[in-house]
């Protein structure tokens, strides 16, 4: 009985002293390089104008939330209405002006931006959108990088 209950001691110890355990600056390092595949992604498909390739950065969950410009939607709602807010664009140019990663914990990262983004409309002419700025908390499920909200703000 002794030896049961101290097996059951030395697990418990070591299963709270790993839950506990802090990321080592170089855990967080391989955390925002792996979250910054996911960031590419969603530029990248925001460049290219497809709201198909975009929405599958979106994690699929009743907690998702988007904030756009003051305009607060559910998962369902956003993947609804990003191709038509996407179909007057040819395409759209991100340039980058600072961006920091923040790790939350090994599953959650808090990413920031400043960009500038030239914009290629339809009837040929371009819109420049300067400063936009975007917060994403991103989440790790599965062994996968989704966006589980995701603010934008930007002048008109």
């Given at each position: ?22 990321l080592t600056d170089a855990d967080k390092n ?81 990413y920031t931006s400043i960009s500038k983004w ?39």
């Open positions: 009985m002794k030896t049961k209950l101290s097996i059951l001691i030395v697990l418990l110890c070591f299963a709270c002293n790993h839950a506990n355990k802090p391989k955390i925002i390089g792996e979250a910054k595949g996911l960031i590419s992604a969603i530029f990248q498909a925001c460049e290219n104008c497809d709201p198909t390739e975009l929405t599958a950065t979106y994690m699929n969950s009743p907690d998702f939330v988007s904030l756009i410009n003051g305009v607060c939607d559910d998962y369902e709602h956003t993947v609804e209405k990003y191709p038509k807010l996407m179909s007057d664009f040819i395409s759209q140019k991100a340039t980058i002006i600072s961006e920091k990663y923040v790790v939350l914990d090994a599953q959650t990262v808090f030239d914009c290629k409309l339809k009837n040929d002419s371009i819109a420049v959108f300067e400063p936009v700025g975007l917060q994403f908390l991103l989440k790790k499920v599965d062994n996968q990088w989704k966006v589980l909200s995701w603010t934008e703000a930007y002048q008109l």
